[in-house]
């Protein structure tokens, strides 16, 4: 199901009968036709297990169940939309950053430790992110929202990515995730996260980067 961006901070989406698609709740702002709109008790395409996993891993954003035929506007607090076609692939994201997403997609939750082993339990102390992240994967298209703007980075295996962890939005593909320290100890105390970290990204795929260190 395509999202069509209405502008930076709007996306609408086509509803088909047969068709769901999940959105963050409190993100519709219009729509035409008959559309229903129903809290989601699931947890999404991964069934009961799924809503057990996120809600272990404080992953439970409350989700809308979008059903019907017509037209839905999305949007939420002003924030940037990306619009992230998936073919197949995992995506990884927080689940506070999505906003819809196609209801054929698999969804599931990642402990954070199982990529970059102590280093990604480190990161969810640091950056104030979930140690789980989640998971979205098969074909479809996902709308999710980021601060200032977001630019798209391939990830080679000749090319890892370091990103600030605060502008960290969401990346796919077969990627390794490590936190490093940027300064060392003595010259981190007192300091924020910021720079002090850095997360390197290596392998194949894309990480998307937000214009800011502003979580959502």
Known sequence: MPFTEI???????????GQKLYSQRGAMLAYRGDVTFTPNIQGGQGGVMSMI??????????????????????GHGGHHIQVISLAGDTLY????RLLAFDGSLQQGTMFMGSQGGVMGMVRGQVTGQGLFTTTLKG???????AHGGV??????????????????????????NKLSAALGWREM???????????????????????????L
Request: proline share 6%.
């Open 7 to 17: 502008n930076s901070k709007m996306v609408e989406a086509t509803v088909a009968p």
């Open 139 to 145: 074909h479809g298209a996902v709308a999710v929202m």
């Open 93 to 96: 994201v927080e689940a506070d």
């Open 189 to 215: 105390v007192g300091r924020g996260s910021g720079e002090a970290f850095q997360l390197e990204l290596s392998g194949n795929g894309a990480v998307y980067v937000q214009a800011s260190e502003e979580k």
């Open 53 to 74: 996993g996120r809600r272990v891993a404080n992953e439970a954003t409350p989700l809308m169940t979008v059903e019907g035929r017509g037209t839905v506007m999305f």
């Open 151 to 176: 630019v798209e980075l391939p990830i080679t295996p000749q090319g890892p990515v370091h990103v600030d962890p605060q502008a960290y939005v969401a990346h796919h593909g077969d990627v390794r």
